[in-house]
């Protein structure tokens, strides 16, 4: 097994902040509570924050480690179905997908909370619709990509979970 850095500290506290206070604002804090709000404004912060350090942060934080280009995707597809396993040290290009997908749910469900404690929008239906809806959208999406951290570990033999944890991925198969 060859031990290789991947995600920095900035990341980690991003991925699991950001994954615990949307599931405390989406399961256990009411969206009429004060605290949901202020769990929102963190989240908010956080992804902002992320924006930066996708492009100016570590090697593997930024954008530009794992851009989801068409033919990537495609060769990726081709590789899952034809049984070849690929290393990627940053995201694979679904993964990359999602990180964009979820990145930008994150945007649109921050957006339209801070519309819902404005003056403006409080209380204004479509709103709270489109907030609901992203939210909703959001859940399914943090759903499938833990089906595809699962499914990419036992393909890849590559514990995903655990190098959000310490920031470095175990390869199998590689030198000392």
Known sequence: MQSVKVWDGFVRLFHWGTALLF?????????EDKLHAYAGYVVFALVLLRLVWGLVGSEHARFSA?????????AHLKGLFGGETELHLSHNPLGALMVYNL???LVLTGVSGLMLESDTFWGVAWVEEFHEIVTDYGLICVGLHVAGVIFETRRSKVNLVMAMFTGRKEIPGQGP
Do not use: E, K, M, Q
């Not at 794992?66 to 495609?74: H, K």
């Open 23 to 31: 599931f405390a604002n989406f399961t256990l804090l009411d969206g």
């Open 66 to 74: 794992f851009r989801p280009r068409p033919s990537a995707i495609v």
């Open 103 to 105: 990145l930008a749910v």
